[in-house]
């Protein structure tokens, strides 16, 4: 995993900024997750092989996966959220995110067939744990339910999404009658270029700052950041997220806020003038490999002509040399 995928998971895996990410995507911005209804999964899954070379089952890993419980019209109300992040865009992500999802269903039907093997061997259970022939063979109750599962891809790249966003997007079919047999499988996709400069003010956290930097690493008119006062106070993980994704030439101190705007323009005069110091520099070192060339050369006793071709010295300064050396 790359600087920026490991910065961005460590900074996702707060529960407000998590909260924050799903509520911008599902629900518009409006603050309908919240940071204390979220619990931490196991972000482990098995894997089954596939492919000419698998020989065995491998363990998958999700970035992020956390399960939201709250209660609503007197009943609980359960989801299971997963966060894949992606420092660039990943052409298979639909096959990466299906296998995710279906890995944490399968989980879900192995984990209630366990429960109903250990219900019927515990002495004192008062619930009946019978099952028909059909719900014993599946591990699963006719009336039992799974946990939905959403997973959001987030992608720091400032460059528009150019992958597939579905299954079927992936799939070299003629006959679209077929995809009709071909479940599909719709990815959820949270990147800088596709929210405008207005939207990222629906963010609650320093997430919103984080994305709208990306969208704009490249650009060299700032004025988007100009009077937004989420850049001029800013929490240091942000800040720090926002110079390792984008690359900025910006200096932060570790733990204090951060005025992200006056940073950004410092860097960029400091870049300025270290690049005005080393055309200085090269302009120097060019001068004096020109002149040392034009000593060679007089001493070769070449003409005048040929040495101010040669190095650009003019005729006068190559007649000054000559009569000094």
């Known amino acids: 995993m790359g600087a920026i995928d490991t910065e961005t998971k460590a900074y996702l895996s707060d529960r407000r900024r998590f909260a924050d990410a799903f509520n911008f995507s599902v629900y518009d911005g409006d603050e309908v997750i919240l940071a204390e209804d979220l ?11 596939y492919g000419v070379d698998a020989k065995a089952a491998v363990q998958k890993y999700r970035d992020l996966l956390k399960l939201y419980t709250v209660m609503q019209d007197e009943r609980a109300i359960y989801l ?24 944490n269903y ?13 219900e019927a061997k515990s002495e004192d259970s008062t619930r009946n ?7 014993y063979l599946s591990g699963f109750r006719k009336e039992d339910r799974l946990t939905p599962v959403i997973t959001l891809t987030l992608c720091l790249s400032a460059e528009p999404w150019d992958a597939p966003t579905s299954l079927h997007e992936m799939l070299d079919v003629e006959d679209k009658r077929l995809l009709r047999f071909v479940p599909d499988y719709k990815l959820n996709l949270l990147t800088p270029a596709q929210i405008t400069d207005e ?17 704009h690493r490249n650009d060299k008119d700032v004025s988007w950041m100009e009077g937004n006062k989420r850049f001029e106070q800013m ?10 994704v984008t690359g900025a030439n910006i200096q932060i101190e570790k733990g204090e806020s951060v005025n992200m705007w006056a940073a950004w323009e410092n860097g960029i005069n400091q870049a300025r003038i270290d690049g005005e110091a080393t055309g200085r520099q090269a302009g120097r070192n060019e001068g004096e490999s020109n002149m040392m060339t034009a000593i060679r050369m007089i001493r070769e006793d070449k003409p005048i002509d040929a040495i101010r071709k040669e190095t650009g010295i003019s005729d006068q300064r190559l007649t000054e040399l000559r009569s000094m050396l």
């Open 39 to 49: 619990k931490e999964l196991d972000t482990a899954a098995i894997a089954l092989p």
């Open 80 to 103: 299971v959220l997963g966060l894949e992040i992606q420092a660039l865009v990943h052409y298979a992500m639909p096959v990466r995110g299906m296998l995710y999802d279906a890995l």
């Open 106 to 118: 399968a989980r879900q039907v192995t984990e209630a067939a366990a429960s109903y093997r250990q």
């Open 129 to 135: 744990t019978s099952l028909t022939q059909e719900e």
């Open 199 to 215: 939207e990222f003010a629906k963010f609650r956290t320093g997430l919103g700052a984080v994305m709208q930097f990306a969208k």
């Open 235 to 244: 929490d240091w993980d942000t800040a720090s997220l926002i110079k390792t």
